[in-house]
T-cell receptor, first 110, second 115 residues
Framework: KQEVTQIPAALSVPEGENLVLNCSFT??????LQWFRQDPGKGLTSLLL?????REQTSGRLNASLDKSSGRSTLYIAASQPGDSATYLC?????????FGGGTRLMVKP | ETGVTQTPRHLVMGMTNKKSLKCEQH?????MYWYKQSAKKPLELMFV???????ENNSVPSRFSPECPNSSHLFLHLHTLQPEDSALYLC??????????????FGPGTRLTVL
């Protein structure tokens, strides 16, 4: 059974800092891995999808990397802004199933 | 804005009530999903439908009964729930094709409180 761990669980930083959020998973037999953002009480917004054959994906200030063999992914956020404050979730996919980590709750202070 | 809608957004029900959650996707997808997000627990997959057929039931109690009449609509029928079933219920959809590019898109969720 896939288990997903996200570290840190919570993070508070001043505006402008570069951040790294970590995700580890136990079963490397995955099709892809998605990073999501969730605002309080809201649904999930897909940020990036990395295919199992890829090493990284970039979208604006976000860069996600994947090391499938070691069961690790990182989400790098450059020049953080208060609007980035949210919970960030990683979810590797095997078959039809996404397995979610507990998330990293990010607060970016002005 | 999301192409996946959910109604109602909030629901309060007693343990003896019967209610239904509705999800609709406007993305032309073939797969739909129900997830449960409880306080302080990771998001958990409940059910998966592909082309209206249920392909996954993640050991969900029978008091939760899904229905998928077509590829655009998904329901979750609720009866005799327990207070611990209070959670945010999220619906998602995807193309449903095999392979490594399938992306899931989520609705805003229904916040359910069971009294």
């Amino acid at each position: 059974k896939q288990e997903v761990t996200q570290i840190p669980a919570a993070l508070s930083v001043p505006e402008g800092e570069n951040l790294v959020l970590n995700c580890s998973f136990t079963d490397s037999a995955i099709y892809n891995l998605q990073w999501f953002r969730q605002d309080p009480g809201k649904g999930l917004t897909s940020l990036l999808l990395i295919q199992s054959s890829q090493r990284e994906q970039t979208s604006g200030r976000l860069n996600a990397s994947l090391d499938k063999s070691s069961g690790r992914s990182t989400l790098y956020i450059a020049a953080s802004q208060p609007g980035d404050s949210a919970t960030y979730l990683c979810a590797p996919r095997a078959g039809n199933m996404l397995t979610f980590g507990g998330g990293t709750r990010l607060m970016v202070k002005p | 804005e999301t192409g996946v809608t959910q109604t109602p957004r909030h629901l309060v029900m007693g343990m003896t009530n019967k209610k239904s959650l509705k999800c609709e996707q406007h993305l032309g997808h073939n797969a739909m999903y129900w997830y449960k997000q409880s306080a302080k627990k990771p998001l958990e997959l409940m059910f998966v439908y592909n082309f209206k057929e249920q392909t996954e039931n993640n050991s969900v109690p029978s008091r939760f009964s899904p229905e998928c009449p077509n590829s655009s609509h998904l329901f979750l029928h609720l009866h005799t729930l327990q207070p611990e079933d209070s959670a945010l219920y999220l619906c998602a959809s995807s193309q449903g094709v095999a392979g490594n590019t399938d992306t899931q898109y989520f609705g805003p969720g229904t916040r359910l409180t069971v009294l």
